[in-house]
């Protein structure tokens, strides 16, 4: 079962616009995002994540990667904080709750992911929406995989990233 990453940029490649995603996401986006999710044994995120997206109910299980002590989703009750790396918390998520990983984390968090080969699939949305902050490359995240679909639905590009098995 995959691995899957999902994020959403504008099309500045913006992650978020006024400190979360809410100003660079779509209506197609969110419906294809929470379709998704649906599927997942569990979700990783960041504390950052954690604390500007709403992510205090869920509908699987929920791990904070944070060096915080203090749970920023205590009031959710499938919520888990970890203070480890990225690794050691997919593994640990995986043997706990099953292999199907969504990380909805920030793209420091999806990096060291990728960087370990450890992501298997990308559910990339690219929005209408410009303007907002912590930029990234698109084509970057896409060199790490060899199988590229993309639909454009209501000025929406979703792309679907996987590799493929030796």
Same mark, same amino acid.
């Given at each position: 079962?995959?691995?899957?990453?999902?994020?959403?940029?504008?099309?500045?490649?913006?992650?978020? $616009?006024?400190?979360?995603?809410?100003?660079?996401?779509?209506?197609?986006?969110?419906?294809?995002?929470?379709? $998704?999710?649906?599927?997942?044994?569990?979700?990783?995120?960041?504390?950052?994540?954690?604390?500007?997206?709403?992510?205090?109910?869920?509908?699987?299980?929920?791990?904070? =990667? %944070?060096?915080?002590?203090?749970?920023? &989703?205590?009031?959710?009750?499938?919520?888990?904080?970890?203070?480890? %790396?990225?690794?050691?918390?997919?593994?640990?998520? =995986?043997?706990?709750?099953?292999?199907?990983?969504?990380?909805?984390?920030?793209?420091?968090? =999806?990096?060291?992911? &990728?960087?370990?080969?450890? =992501?298997?699939?990308?559910?990339?949305?690219?929005?209408?929406?410009?303007?907002?902050?912590?930029?990234?490359?698109?084509?970057? &995240?896409?060199?790490?995989?060899?199988?590229?679909?993309?639909?454009? %639905?209501?000025?929406?590009?979703?792309?679907?990233?996987?590799?493929?098995?030796?």
């Amino acid at each position: 079962m995959p691995v899957i990453a999902t994020l959403v940029v504008g099309a500045d490649g913006s992650t978020s $616009r006024n400190g979360n995603s809410a100003g660079v996401t779509s209506e197609i986006d969110r419906s294809q995002f929470l379709q $998704r999710r649906r599927t997942a044994d569990c979700i990783i995120i960041g504390g950052n994540t954690a604390r500007t997206e709403p992510y205090h109910r869920t509908p699987v299980p929920v791990v904070v =990667i %944070s060096r915080s002590l203090v749970n920023p &989703l205590a009031d959710n009750r499938l919520a888990h904080c970890w203070n480890l %790396s990225p690794i050691k918390a997919l593994d640990k998520a =995986i043997a706990m709750f099953g292999p199907r990983v969504h990380i909805e984390a920030g793209i420091s968090i =999806i990096n060291e992911l &990728l960087l370990q080969d450890r =992501i298997d699939e990308l559910e990339l949305s690219i929005t209408e929406s410009s303007g907002g902050e912590d930029r990234i490359e698109v084509e970057e &995240l896409l060199n790490h995989f060899s199988s590229i679909k993309e639909i454009v %639905s209501d000025g929406t590009r979703l792309i679907s990233a996987k590799k493929l098995l030796d």
